[in-house]
């Protein structure tokens, strides 16, 4: 399938564009694309994530097409997938993107004065208010027990997801027999949507549904949407379906699984919609996987040392790595000796790192970001505490790893985990710097444990 192409040329226009002008606009670039007519545009911050832009036509008569970029990291970032673009009467517009670069918008509007509006749509009940770091501790001095979510999945430094785009055969024959050598879980982002009339794609995922649909009930490997067949969409019944569709076709592969799943894209589609992403997104529950992920294509060079370069600087921050490859083996975009060089470098890191689906991390990190502890009751012989986590259960179900800090003078073999209803939920010890913890997994549910010192 064709690559993902960057568009860089057209990021190196904006170095022609007066810096006050950026400033001005919290870092939103508005400008006319391709143009260099009598009309004009110019834009106003009216409020955090609301921006006016005004149309000046002068003596033009084709469309314009206006081009804004919001700022996507840093503290000026806007809310991309929360975007919409509305007319002064308030009418949604068609707004076209790049699949991987959703806070880049290209809007087409008539030569005629007028006000259209860029915002950001607030999620309907507002955010959810989150439990701050404090409130994921609880030190209790009676037992002299402190208890903490531990960061990663089993106190592990950093996460790695390694993800393969396209659905191509390689996957199948390459990537997952290798990945089982070496015991990783990858993720699988497919396009299983069936040959279009016309579409001058052959979907990878159809001349092979038998050995896809066994790789899911083997269940090793996760699934994730890379639409339906990779070519973007025009309106917004379009790309419902080629997101839509990618998801039905996922969860039919993995029965009885969670419906949460990560979602791409793609590089090199365009996707013209009135609708924000976000409205996808929570219809078909959805996440944005399309950022901060290192490509390993071989061409791009250097791969592997630049690969174990990146892990390093994720292990010593604590954060989660992602890298993704297209096709795997000799003549593919990533040879065989590359990938597994690759798998070499992560498993060196193995016993630091958690190498993850894109959901099961993305679960770990909201459920822990939604969750708390709260101590119930404590004594010398227990301490009782309320683990209270606000993620849906039915999507979010990647278990959190709880840890207990002990004082050294108590022997850890004296300490037992209960559950409301009295079973015991087993304990593991591992060293820690100047000492050693005690971790335990619990479901990512509201519920309550008591630790217990036998004799
Ligand atoms: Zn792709």
């Keep these: 399938m064709k690559q993902f192409q960057c568009i860089a040329c057209a990021a190196s226009l904006l170095a022609v564009l007066p810096v006050m002008h950026a400033a001005d606009l919290g870092g939103v670039i508005v400008r006319l694309d391709g143009y260099d007519g009598p009309a004009s545009v110019s834009a106003q911050l009216v409020e955090p994530f609301k921006m006016q832009i005004t149309v000046n036509p002068a003596n033009e008569t084709k469309s314009l097409a206006i081009r804004v970029e919001l700022p996507n990291s840093g503290s000026r970032a806007w809310p991309a997938a929360d975007v919409e673009v509305r007319d002064a009467q308030g009418r949604a517009l068609m707004v076209r993107r790049a699949g991987i670069e959703w806070s880049k918008l290209l809007i087409s509007v008539p030569a005629v004065a007028g006000n259209y509006f860029v915002q950001a749509v607030h999620p309907a009940g507002g955010k959810p ?7 994921r501790v609880l030190a209790d001095d009676t037992t002299g027990l402190r208890l903490g979510i531990a960061k990663w999945h089993d106190g592990r430094k950093a996460a790695l997801s390694i993800r393969f785009d396209d659905s191509h055969p390689t996957h199948l024959t390459k990537a ?32 092979h549904q038998a050995e896809w649909q066994a790789a899911a009930r083997q269940g090793d490997h996760e699934f994730a949407n890379h639409s339906a067949h990779h070519r973007g969409a025009v309106g917004d019944d379009d790309m419902e379906a080629e997101i839509g569709e990618a998801a039905q076709a996922i969860w039919k592969l993995t029965p009885g699984k969670s419906k949460l799943m990560a979602l791409n894209l793609g590089g090199g589609t365009r996707w013209e919609t009135t609708r924000t992403l976000r409205y996808y997104l929570e219809k078909y529950h959805q996440f944005d996987a399309s950022q901060n992920s290192t490509g390993m294509d071989d061409s791009y060079g250097n791969r592997v040392a630049n690969f174990r370069r990146i892990l390093e600087q994720h292990l010593s921050r604590g954060l989660w790595c992602r890298i993704h490859y297209h096709c795997i083996g000799d003549g593919g975009a990533s040879s065989e000796a590359n990938f597994r060089a690759a798998l070499d470098v992560a498993k060196e890191h193995q016993s630091k790192l958690w190498i993850a689906g894109m959901a099961d991390i993305h679960k770990y990190q909201s459920e822990r970001s939604a969750s708390k502890l709260k101590l119930q009751q404590s004594d010398s012989k227990r301490l009782t505490f309320e683990f209270i986590c606000q993620t849906d259960a039915a999507l979010f179900d990647q278990p959190l790893t709880l840890e207990v800090t002990h004082p050294q003078s108590l022997d850890a073999s004296r300490l037992k985990v209960k559950d409301a209803q009295g079973n015991v939920i087993p304990l593991r010890t591992a060293p820690v710097e100047g000492g050693s913890v005690l971790r335990f997994d619990v479901a990512p549910r509201t519920a309550v444990y008591s630790i217990e010192m036998t004799r």
């Design 129 to 135: 208010s989150l439990p701050s770091e404090k409130e």
């Design 176 to 207: 997952m027999p290798i990945l089982r050598e070496y015991g990783f879980r990858g993720t699988f982002m497919i396009n299983p949507g069936a040959s279009e009339p016309g579409g001058r794609r052959r979907s990878g995922f159809e001349a």
